[in-house]
């Protein structure tokens, strides 16, 4: 299993409609309105590190960010 968090910077005001537009992919587990740096965070797990460009690029696409930074934990072997 790979695990990635999402942290996403939202243009001024627009944090909420972000975080429930995020809230409606399926492929996030967990979204999280956060205070830093960041915005919000949103959590994957999938099978193969493969996936998760494809599911990044979606979160991307939501109107209202700025910008994203993934992390992503070790496959387990």
Avoid: N
Avoid at 38 to 50: K, M, N
């Amino acid at each position: 299993m790979v695990k990635a968090y999402i942290m996403v910077v939202t243009d001024p005001g627009k944090t909420k409609s972000v975080y429930e537009e995020l809230g409606r992919i399926e492929q996030l587990q967990e979204v999280h309105e956060v205070m830093g740096p960041y915005d919000i965070i949103a959590t994957i797990e999938v099978t193969s590190l493969g996936e998760v460009p494809s599911i990044v690029t979606s979160v991307r696409k939501v109107e209202g960010i700025q910008s994203t930074l993934t992390l992503t934990t070790f496959p387990d072997v």
